[in-house]
Nanobody
Framework: QVQLVESGGGLVQAGGSLTLSCTMS????????MGWFRQAPGKEREFVACITFNGSTTDYADTVQGRFSISRDNAKNTVYLRMNSLKPEDTAVYYC???????WGQGTQVTVSL
């Protein structure tokens, strides 16, 4: 079983930016589609963004389209989520996912203040 370790969460003002990162152990990272999901208190976990194994294709939830950008560095076994123009409704725990094998990170808290 692989491990995914996330970092970059924290407090940010509305309108600000934040970048999350997730690094996966092992040597299979560059074979996997990677995704970011989030879950707010009292809400179901929802899809945010994903990126194919070589970064050629990305997809975004309508709620973050145009504001968030997913990217990856296969040499570093790392996927990133750049979050711009943050809104209070973006407040959630953000989770990294290796979609092909449904492996999850531990989650990192993002809180956007008014």
């Amino acid at each position: 079983q692989v491990q995914l370790v996330e970092s970059g969460g924290g407090l940010v003002q509305a309108g600000g930016s934040l970048t999350l990162s997730c690094t996966m152990s092992g040597n299979m990272f560059n074979f996997y589609t990677m995704g970011w999901f989030r879950q707010a208190p009292g809400k179901e976990r929802e899809f945010v963004a994903c990126i194919t194994f070589n970064g050629s294709t990305t997809d975004y939830a309508d709620t973050v389209q145009g504001r968030f950008s997913i990217s990856r560095d296969n040499a570093k076994n790392t996927v990133y989520l750049r979050m711009n123009s943050l809104k209070p409704e973006d407040t959630a725990v953000y989770y990294c996912n290796a979609i092909d094998i449904s492996a999850w990170g531990q989650g990192t808290q993002v809180t956007v203040s008014l």
